[in-house]
């Protein structure tokens, strides 16, 4: 999909697309970039750059990835009730040092909502050097552009995602939100609405974008005031998701051989709906202290060598 961006004041386009595996170096690249560069914006879209990358590493062979949007269409006429993850790049041949300058994780939920787990742009473009030739402005604008249409086409009623403390107020005037502090909820109208807004901006066929004060001056302005990252530092880690995660991963047997290992369900137990039995194995291990244990088996069935210590023991 082609998005106007802005560069020097003109516009110019660039490509969102889902990421290929040989794309996830940029992160590293990135890194090498800043050197030791201590900008707060800078190495603050360096490290939400890095994990997305891990969490798209750690989460590829627990759920489903999208490459590209009829996958999406395709996952959840499939499965009304899956999960289907996306990792989403700009790319571009005219940004000097690297191809990608701009990335978002984000996730269909199995209730049909769109959740935005990690995004930002190149850190020349968040905070562009003093002396700096090249300006972007727009990166960030583009990407939510793209999630939204996923939005749109999927017909889910919700966008939400973490803010930080420098994106609340861009997310809170994009989709005309009240009171945007750590969390974005933006409903569907309020999501078609910022999308049709974007539309018709983009269609002026100039190669400069409008005046200062106009709508799309002042949106890139906003984006550039309130640098639009999203994510957590510490929310990728949380060991009930990987717990979780990795369970709901293993087959139907082995999720049956735990419950009954655990004594959860009784040894000559009926089949029964996935949902049901995790239910009552998550509930279970909760509820009798036993998210150690649980962990444990969970582990020995994958054998992967992924096991690392298990955060539910007590010492």
């Known amino acids: 999909m082609d998005m106007p961006l802005e560069l020097n004041g003109k516009k110019k386009l660039a490509k969102a697309s889902f990421a290929l595996a040989a794309d996830f170096a940029f992160a590293r690249q990135w890194r090498e970039a800043i050197g030791t560069d201590q900008n707060p914006y800078r190495t603050d879209t360096v490290d939400y750059a890095e994990l997305a990358v891990k969490r798209y590493e750690a989460s590829f062979n627990l ?177 009930s998701k990987r717990l979780a995660f990795r369970y709901l991963k293993l087959a139907y047997h082995k999720q049956m051989e735990i419950a009954k290992a655990l004594q959860f369900v009784k040894a000559d137990a009926a089949a029964m709906p996935r949902d049901e039995l995790a239910q009552i194995v998550f509930k279970g291990a909760r509820e009798k202290g036993m998210l150690a244990a649980l962990w444990s088996l969970v582990e020995k069935m994958y054998g992967d060598g992924l096991t690392e210590e298990n955060p539910f023991e007590t010492t």
């Open 63 to 239: 759920g489903v990835y999208a490459n590209s949007l009829t996958d999406f269409t395709d996952h959840i006429a499939s499965n009304p009730n899956i999960e289907v993850g996306g990792f989403v790049v700009i790319r571009c041949d005219w940004f000097p040092g690297s191809e990608i300058i701009g990335f978002c994780h984000f996730r269909r939920s199995w209730c049909n909502k769109i959740i935005l787990d990690y995004l930002g742009a190149h850190p020349f473009i968040i905070r562009p050097k003093e002396d700096a030739i090249i300006k972007v402005r727009g990166v960030g604008t583009a990407l939510v552009y793209f999630v939204s249409q996923v939005l749109k086409k999927e017909n889910c009623p919700v966008l939400w995602g973490e803010a930080t403390s420098s994106s609340a107020t861009f997310y809170s005037k994009i989709f005309k939100l009240e009171g945007v502090e750590d969390l974005i909820y933006a409903p569907r109208d309020n999501v078609i609405k910022f999308l049709e807004e974007r539309e018709r901006e983009w269609s002026v066929q100039s190669d400069v974008i409008a005046a200062t004060n106009q709508p799309l001056d002042k949106i890139y302005t906003l984006e550039t005031e309130n640098p639009p990252f999203v994510g957590s530092k510490t929310a990728m880690f949380n060991p």
